[in-house]
């Protein structure tokens, strides 16, 4: 470690995560917005822009959580395809960066968008 | 019956492979975001039901780049309000899993206008492309086609409509009884679900195509009186004929502009209607052809030149004459057609 080292013109870059989905998500608040809607998405990547972070992530998922083999019921499911919205995001956005998540196993590398 | 429905195809150029010789946009311009949203745009003033966006994982002589389908049309979703956006995925070897989460997505951002071409790819330069082996045979293609559309509609209604029931005494976000595992089996695939989207807004978005069981059913013919037969032995809720479109512009006839346009490059031979002449004469065979089928798409030979037209004259007339309609705001893509809201396969009394 060289924690010392003097940076006096160092930046942090900002990203923001969208996981929308699991138990870090609170749902039990009245105020909670739907984890579907793209209003949803679009309110948290334009508040983002505006906010000057540098990028959008959102995540991915390819199956419901299950408990016993059973579906969970008690953490908000329901994501949109990752690549599909971030294109949509793209038409309502002009500076931030906006990152999929894309599993590497279940997928074709030659068919992800470049978009 | 839903009006007559008018679609509009917008790949590349336009549908000859010189088109691009006579476009409106800068070289650089062809894979913008803002050609796309422009033509779109200009489509959706005119008052046109849908939009389509061909793919293919292959570049052909008259699109040598594209962006994927299904992101175009994502990109102008939440910046249009009444068109249908209806891209092209493959049944051949694309994933139905991720097509119809895709498509799920599509009419969420587009509040229920999203569409779906599925369509097979009988071109062995695709399965080396996806490093796949190659699927040939009709009816291996035709299965293909056939299991893809049943994956998606059974993942579309694998949430029901009233999955999420955020009980705050119970703490349960989701009711599981109304989450369905699809359990797909086929000869080549299998799909257990259930989906990751909830049910999209339209219950099921528009499946078109040429085969399988869609929604619309996309016919050809060389002459009228094949498409119409054509139309005639369709057995889908709605069909569409396929017709190439070529306009008198204000500067140069339909007739001029392939010319110009096939000294550079020879037109490739179509399947379908191919129409060149006026735009009276458009709307005097639309008109016709509106007794006979329930829309159609138009594929223009060049797209800047052509959709001007189409807006300033074609659209108009259709729906001054009650022959179409203008799709109005909130409404949907199935609503715009004609075709109601399914009930979900799954749903059960509760």
């Known amino acids: ?115 | 019956m839903g009006a007559f429905g008018v679609g509009i195809e917008l790949d590349g150029d336009g549908y000859h492979p010189a088109a691009w010789r006579r476009s409106g946009r800068t070289p650089d311009r062809l894979l913008s975001g803002d050609t796309v949203r422009q033509r779109v745009a200009a489509a959706e003033n005119a008052g046109f039901t849908l939009a389509t966006f061909a793919d293919s994982i292959l570049p052909d002589d008259a699109v040598p780049g594209r962006i994927d389908a299904v992101t175009r049309a994502s990109f102008v979703a939440a910046t249009t309000s009444t068109i249908g956006l209806v891209p092209t995925v493959a049944t051949t070897y694309a994933e139905p899993f991720h097509t119809a989460s895709q498509i799920a997505t599509l009419d969420y951002s587009s509040r229920g206008r999203a569409g779906w071409i599925a369509q097979r790819v009988d071109d062995e330069r695709a399965a080396a492309t996806w490093g796949r082996p190659v699927v040939s045979a009709d009816s291996d293609l035709a299965a293909e086609q056939r299991d893809s559309i049943e994956v998606a509609r059974r993942l579309w209604d694998s949430w029901e409509d009233d999955a999420v029931v955020r009980d705050y005494a119970s703490g349960r976000f989701l009711d599981r009884d109304r989450l369905h595992y699809i359990d797909f089996e086929g000869e080549t695939f299998s799909v257990k679900g259930p989906a990751i989207v909830p049910r999209p807004p339209q219950g099921q978005p528009v499946v078109f195509g040429v085969e399988g069981a869609v929604d619309v059913r996309l016919v050809t013919g060389t002459t009228v009186d094949e498409l119409v037969a054509a139309a005639a032995g369709s057995d889908a809720p709605r069909t569409f004929g396929e017709i190439a479109v070529a306009l008198d512009t204000p500067t140069a006839t339909a007739a001029d502009r392939l010319a110009d346009l096939d000294r550079h490059a020879p037109a490739r031979s179509t399947a379908g209607l191919s129409f060149a002449g006026s735009a009276a004469e458009l709307v005097a065979l639309l008109t016709g052809l509106a007794s006979h089928l329930d829309g159609v798409r138009l594929r223009p030979a060049v797209i800047d030149e052509d959709l001007p037209v189409l807006a300033r004259l074609v659209l108009p007339a259709l729906i001054r004459a009650g022959v179409a309609h203008r799709p109005v705001p909130g409404s949907t893509l199935r609503a715009e057609l004609g075709l109601s809201r399914p009930a979900n396969r799954y749903a059960v009394t509760h």
């Open chain 1, 1 to 115: 470690m060289t924690a010392d080292v003097a940076r006096p013109d160092a930046q942090v870059h900002f990203g923001i995560f969208f996981q929308g989905v699991n138990h870090t998500t609170i749902w039990s608040d009245p105020s909670s917005g739907s984890q579907i809607d793209f209003e949803t998405f679009r309110r948290v990547a334009t508040t983002a822009e505006r906010g000057l972070f540098d990028a959008f992530f959102l995540g991915e998922g390819l199956r419901l959580r299950e408990q016993d083999g059973r579906i969970l019921e008690l953490d908000i499911a329901g994501r949109p395809d990752a690549i599909a919205q971030l294109a949509a995001l793209a038409g309502i956005t002009e500076r931030i960066g906006l990152v999929a998540t894309q599993n590497t196993t279940y997928n074709e590398p030659a068919v992800w968008p470049d978009g």
